[in-house]
């Protein structure tokens, strides 16, 4: 039975309505999915779809650094609430984006930083996001890594050096529908084949990139949409299988076992491969 979980989705949102997407989802094989929280009514919201649907469905918490503007003096004790839920797996979506500084960098610096501070105390994995940041960003990383549990690079869009160094601090790399745009995405396609297999996740980020220049399949799904979603996972690991010449069962099992490694959703079935 095929198996797959997309770590990073953007639901609910009107592009993507939520009963449609999951059946086509699972028609696909995707059959978890890890909800993507970028303030603290999007955390909370993510989670409600949780509730509704336990056991495939679970989320995030945290301030995606264009939102960081928004982090008040109770926002750490709120997220930390919303933390101990058991469907709640990770710290984020956190970093620092320095590309349209929709906060200011000072600001997001300091955010980060208090949320790297509480995944530490709960021992929960950081969901991480950067762009035009890199240098600041592993920085603040290497100051907390010793007292962080784990992580995953969401949407890596970076280059060999930048993987590496990733990789140096024992996180794990989220690959995107990026990797299937030739024209952009270059340095991700060269940087790939050094991705060790214990190393990577998948992810849509859906609504956004959808995957080109790949086939993608027919959905026999009312409404069409015209985003990318979570069913298109596999279409994702099938080019990053031939970038890691890889067999997709090989890629499948390895993405399969790092997400629950990292995250240890509780799943309703055998959680220990493949089946």
């Known amino acids: 039975m095929s198996r797959w979980f997309d770590i990073g989705v953007n639901l609910p949102d009107k592009r993507l309505p939520t009963e449609p997407v999951l059946m086509a989802a699972e028609k696909a094989g995707v059959t978890a999915m890890l909800l993507t929280g970028t303030c603290l009514a999007q955390s909370e919201i993510a989670f409600l779809e949780t509730q509704r649907h336990r056991g495939k469905l679970f989320s995030t918490a945290g301030f995606h650094p264009h939102n960081a503007k928004e982090w008040g003096l109770n926002s750490a004790q709120e997220l930390k609430t ?13 970093g620092l984006d ?42 603040l990383l290497k100051k907390y890594r010793r007292h962080l549990v784990g992580g995953v690079v969401h949407c890596f869009t970076g280059d060999l050096a930048q993987m590496q160094a990733y990789l140096e601090l024992d996180l794990y790399i989220g ?20 991705l060790p297999l214990e190393r990577v996740m998948l992810e849509t980020d859906a609504p956004y990139l959808k995957p080109k220049n790949i086939k993608l399949p027919e959905l026999d799904q009312k409404p069409k949409l015209k985003s990318n979603q979570p069913a298109y996972l596999p279409q994702i690991a099938a080019r990053v299988a031939e970038l890691m010449s890889v067999e997709m069962s090989v890629l499948q099992e390895a993405a399969w076992r790092n997400t629950l490694t990292l995250f240890k959703p509780n799943l309703p079935s055998v959680t220990d491969g493949i089946n």
């Open 82 to 94: 919303l933390l101990t839920n058991s469907e709640v797996l990770a710290v984020g979506e956190c």
């Open 175 to 194: 690959v995107t529908g990026w990797v299937c745009d030739d024209k952009r995405a270059s340095e991700l396609q060269n940087a790939i084949p050094d």
């Open 98 to 139: 320095f590309n349209r500084n929709f906060s200011e960098p000072d600001i997001q610096l300091s955010v980060f930083e208090q949320q790297l501070e509480l995944a530490a105390e709960l021992q929960l994995p950081v969901f991480l996001h950067e762009r035009d940041a890199f240098e600041q960003q592993l920085g």
